[in-house]
């Protein structure tokens, strides 16, 4: 069974700052999707950036860039410049080629502070 | 372009009863999935709709059902209700179902059982 760990209940940073959100997962899967998704207190869940596991090179979304590790099984998403509005609960996410269903981390909360 | 609209976003119900809640999908978009969020299992995957047939389902009783309409409008009904049940269910929507287009979520129904 594919799982999704998130190691990290907690994080904060100072505005400005640069923070990691760590990500591990474990699959037999050959093709697949890695996302990362903020959850404001709004309660939407928002596609921040996807990677897909074929491509080597690490996506990129303006200020959010992740550290894709296929071998390790790794998936941290680092974020550059803080500000106020990145606060939320952020979901590591994964997917198979082919199929909708999504597995989910547990979360880690981040706190940005002023 | 509306995004996912669910219905309502909030209910409360007792023990027992039985709650029907509504996930209306991006214009366009015949994938819908419904996934349970609870402080203590957090993000888990319900089941996954396309062109009004269950593709995928996760690992709930059978008290957990749903439908998709020709409208790719989709419903999801609980019955017997239980405290366990106390969550938010959100709803997700995407172009196709294989995986590669995202999938975009609804501000998800918060619902409370007494």
């Known amino acids: 069974a594919q799982t999704v760990t998130q190691s990290q209940p907690e994080m904060s940073v100072q505005e400005a700052e640069t923070v990691t959100l760590s990500c591990t997962y474990d699959?037999?899967?050959?093709?697949?999707?890695l996302f990362w998704y903020k959850q404001p207190p709004s309660r939407q869940m928002i596609l921040v950036i996807r990677?897909?596991?074929?491509?080597?090179q690490n996506a990129t979304e303006n200020r959010f860039s992740v550290n894709f590790q296929k071998a390790a099984k790794s998936f941290s998403l680092k974020i550059s410049d803080s500000q106020l509005g990145d606060a939320a609960m952020y979901f590591c996410?994964?997917?198979?080629?082919?199929?909708?269903?999504?597995?989910f981390g547990q979360g880690t909360r981040l706190t940005i502070n002023p | 372009k509306a995004g996912v609209t669910q219905t309502p976003r909030y209910l409360i119900k007792t023990r027992g009863q039985q709650v029907t809640l509504s996930c209306s999908p991006i214009?366009?978009?015949?994938?819908v999935s419904w996934y349970q969020q609870t402080p203590g299992q957090g993000l888990q995957f319900l089941f996954e709709?396309?062109?009004?047939?269950?593709?995928n389902k996760g690992n709930f009783p059978g008290r957990f059902s749903g439908r998709q309409f020709s409208n790719s409008r989709s419903e999801m009904n609980v019955s017997t209700l239980e405290l366990g049940d106390s969550a938010l269910y959100l709803c997700?929507?995407?172009?196709?179902?294989?995986?590669?287009?995202?999938?975009?979520f609804g501000d998800g129904t918060r619902l409370s059982i007494l």
């Open positions: 214009s366009g978009h015949r994938s």
């Open positions: 699959t037999s899967e050959s093709d697949y999707y």
């Open positions: 709709y396309f062109s009004e047939t269950q593709r």
């Open positions: 997700a929507s995407s172009l196709d179902t294989q995986g590669n287009q995202p999938q975009h």
């Open positions: 990677q897909e596991a074929y491509k080597q």
């Open positions: 996410a994964y997917r198979i080629q082919g199929a909708q269903k999504l597995v």
